[in-house]
């Protein structure tokens, strides 16, 4: 593992410089008893019991004050680093909350403060209008491809109503179904364009933990939005996508989400034995 969930950070200086053990939690879960059935392949109550455990492990870990951040995420391929084939996800807690999720719930509680709105609320709203970079949506869920994709085939997934902490929406047995379906859905869709790929979990920290931040934060569950980043690994000529954290993407979103929905066409054709239309 990862880290070690016995006892305490120990963060102590060295120079000027500040080290801590490696605290924390690193759990695996099993998503199939199939070895060569991957998340996109089983079926949709399938799907929603591996959610429920994601719930049930994200939420028991939330109960222990020394981490302020749970998350999940899953290596699909090996161009992502899949650890092991068997189909599988990671879930982490951590005594500290990750530099990219704190800087995206800071920006998140700045927009609040403007706008008195959250702001993937208001992403949300305008996905919904313009139809340009949607893949799917129903009445709960929404996937799309956000405007400024880091990667080609970037795709978010998120409720379309405001909910803060993915432990605590997806608590009943129907909401579990219906985002089971929409991410088997997305994932049959990208893995026919992009196979290997980084699913991560983007949830609300851990408001139990013991952390300065959150003592001045009144608004936080106002604020936040939970939801999967997916991040597709194209192997090219390039060897990273990003030089100095400045993100370089050929493939415009509108196109990548008509691509990806496009896709759906041909992955429902194979699923049935029928040949897609060209």
């Known amino acids: ?53 994601y719930v049930s492990r994200v939420a028991d870990l939330k109960k222990d004050r020394r981490f302020p951040y749970v998350t999940l995420f899953r290596n699909q ?40 709105r959250c702001l993937v609320c208001d992403i949300v709203r305008q996905e919904l209008t ?6 799917e949506w129903d009445d709960q869920f929404l996937a799309f491809c956000p405007f400024a994709s880091r990667v080609p085939y970037e795709i978010w997934v998120l409720p379309v109503n405001h909910h803060c902490a993915f432990e605590e929406d997806l608590t009943s047995w129907d909401r579990q179904v219906r985002c089971a379906r929409m991410l088997k859905s997305i994932l049959c869709r990208l893995e026919s364009l992009a196979p290997s790929y980084h699913l991560v979990l983007h949830t609300s920290p ?6 300065e931040e959150f003592g001045n934060w009144q608004t936080v569950t106002e604020d936040s939005h939970w939801h999967f980043e997916i991040l597709p690994v194209i192997v090219s000529k390039s060897k990273s996508y990003v030089l100095k954290e400045v993100y370089y993407n050929a493939l415009m979103p509108e196109v990548a989400a008509e691509e990806l929905r496009k896709a759906g066409t041909s992955v429902e054709a194979r699923q049935s034995g029928v040949s897609a239309r060209p």
């Open 77 to 116: 391929g090996s161009a992502a680093g899949q650890d092991f084939d068997h189909p599988h996800t990671q879930i982490t807690a951590t005594p500290f909350i990750p530099r990219r999720i704190g800087y995206e719930l800071r920006s998140s509680k700045r927009y609040f403060e403007m706008k008195e």
């Open 1 to 53: 593992p990862i880290y070690r969930i016995e006892g305490e950070a120990q963060r102590r200086a060295e120079g000027i410089y500040d080290k801590m053990r490696n605290l924390g939690a690193h759990e695996i879960v099993i998503e199939h008893p199939n070895h060569s059935l991957p998340l996109s392949r089983q079926a949709d109550q399938e799907v929603a019991q591996v959610l429920r455990a």
């Open 206 to 211: 851990n408001f139990e933990a013991n952390y």
């Open 130 to 135: 313009e139809q340009k970079r949607v893949v």
